[in-house]
């Protein structure tokens, strides 16, 4: 059973940067890809990034490509998701994701342990 913890959320205005870790405890970290999605207040649950186990490929939804960076530490079982020239749209709250297996899915049934979510509002 993995556990996941986000942290680094908050509410900052349009343009400044934040970024999100999710810790993993009680299983190998390395064995999963890790992924983040988020979900705003009435919508449904978007996938918004992934990264393989080794962190050699990753994967990101249109909206936050050349603004949202994900990157883990194996050594630190955490993984990053660091979130710049932030939009009024990209309010949400966010969650990490784990799932066993060597490829990337971007939809949450894809996954099998997920974090709490942290909280990110980004007023205009």
């Known amino acids: 059973q993995v556990q996941l913890v986000e942290s680094g959320g908050g509410l900052v205005q349009a343009g400044d940067s934040l970024r999100l870790s999710c810790a993993a405890s009680?299983?190998?970290?390395?064995?999963?890809?890790m992924g983040w999605f988020r979900q705003a207040a009435g919508k449904e649950r978007e996938f918004v990034a992934a990264?393989?186990?080794?962190?050699?490929?990753?994967y990101y939804i249109d909206s936050v490509k050349g603004r949202f960076t994900i990157s883990r530490d194996n050594a630190k079982n955490t993984v990053y998701l660091q979130m710049n020239t932030l939009k009024p749209e990209d309010t949400a709250v966010y969650y990490c994701?784990?799932?066993?297996?060597?490829?990337?899915?971007?939809?949450?049934?894809?996954?099998?342990?997920w974090g709490q979510g942290t909280q990110v509002t980004v007023s205009s």
């Open positions: 994701a784990a799932r066993m297996g060597p490829f990337i899915r971007t939809t949450g049934d894809g996954y099998d342990y």
């Open positions: 009680g299983g190998t970290f390395s064995s999963y890809v």
């Open positions: 990264i393989r186990r080794s962190g050699e490929s990753t």
